[in-house]
């Protein structure tokens, strides 16, 4: 038991050591690593404390449950490290606890991906968990129905809640045909009938080689972590099994969709067809979008209906390039007499971004800031191995990292003009707001 306690006072000084020292984007080298057995790796080496940080990625996630069994990847995922092999949920836990490894796995939309954060002595041993948890999970009885009792008790709860409501409806709203509409957690309803039989199937289907990509930073050679690779992923499938490519259909329009509850503000989410990651006006988007909406206190959205009107303590937009489909997307809370104004407001901004473009000094403004912050987001092992990984699945490039500042500082006031005026259309925006506004009903 010392022997724990020194070991997780240890990694806890050394994860703070790791968070306050951001990694300059200039100074990251990325190695391509390929193991015996093919496994490619992107390694960031850093020598500075003495641990490695594994993010590792399979295409496919909670797109692809099957109808009814909405939430079937994220239950899995939280299952995959309550026992594996010989090892029993508690035993399983233990292990990792004698070795301060801190591992996890995770569903979204378009992915299933896991981590590992391990000291550079018990790594060896870290790997082999993580390596039977993924080729060997258990799926015990206790652990599966304590974990679902918890995931539906949340879910009940998360139903009631208006944020989660407005977010989910407008999903089901754009995408009504399609597995993006369904919740990725799940229903109370979906969790329960899930089996065993279909956490292990999805396992065996989605977790393969040929969906895999991997970041590791730490301290770790190239001729050190080739091996380790193997030993991680060699024991799965080579191939999983055959994944649709199209597009999902967006159904887009004027619609709006008002869910009524008895609550004093009220949680509005707004939405229209976007651009995915690969497309060539991506970034002059992603600039439009943080000048419009994306920039906190400083965006077009903020000033107008925070600052100048009083209207919401906060307004935003985004962009959310998914893998089958690319939206904005954005979101206001206020007083449900105010609603209609607020909407206003959010649609006039829409089209003068749309019909004018932005102004030389916030084009300036929103480049100082898109590159000054980024190197900041690159605050610690893992969010580095995490980037890693995006690099990858949006084949990005491995110099990727270098090449950013240019791609951010090649957008002009024509690209982002033009990109405008190809996606903003206030007249076509899908709203839904939950609460009790004044003066609004739904407008299928």
Known sequence: MAQ????????????????ARPIAAHAVTIERIKSPAGIEAWLVRDTTVPLVSIHFAFRGGAALDPAGRDGLAELTAQI???????LDSQAYQRALEDISAQLSFNAGRDHFRGSLKVL?????RAIDLMALAMTKPRFDAEPVERIRARTIASLKRQSEEPNRIAWQTLFRTLFPDHAYGRPVSGTPESVAAITVEEMRALVGRQLARD??????????????????????????????????ARDA??????????VRKPIPQSVVAFGQPGIKRDDPDFYAAHVMNYILGGGGFSSRLYEIVREQRGLAYSVHSSLAPMAEAGLVLGGVATQNARVRESLDLIRSEWRRMAEAGVTETELANAKTYLNGSFPLR??????????LVDMQIESLGIDYIDKRKDYIEGVSL????RVARRLLDADRLTVVVVGDPDGLESKP
């Not at 995959?80 to 010989?86: F, K, N, R, T, V």
């Not at 550079?120 to 060896?124: K, L, M």
């Open 4 to 19: 724990v306690f020194r070991l997780l006072v240890v990694i806890a000084v050394l994860a703070v050591g790791v968070l």
């Open 378 to 387: 690159l605050d610690s092992t893992g969010a580095v191995a995490n980037l």
């Open 249 to 258: 259909a967006i159904n887009a329009g004027d619609r709006l969709a008002v």
């Open 80 to 86: 995959m490290d309550e026992g594996a092999g010989e």
């Open 211 to 244: 969906r895999l990509v991997v970041g590791v930073v730490g301290d770790i050679t190239a001729a050190d972590l080739a091996p380790f690779l193997d030993r991680a992923f060699a024991g799965l499938p080579a191939t999983g099994a055959p994944r649709s």
């Open 414 to 417: 024509a690209d982002i003009r």
């Open 120 to 124: 550079n002595e018990f790594r060896a």
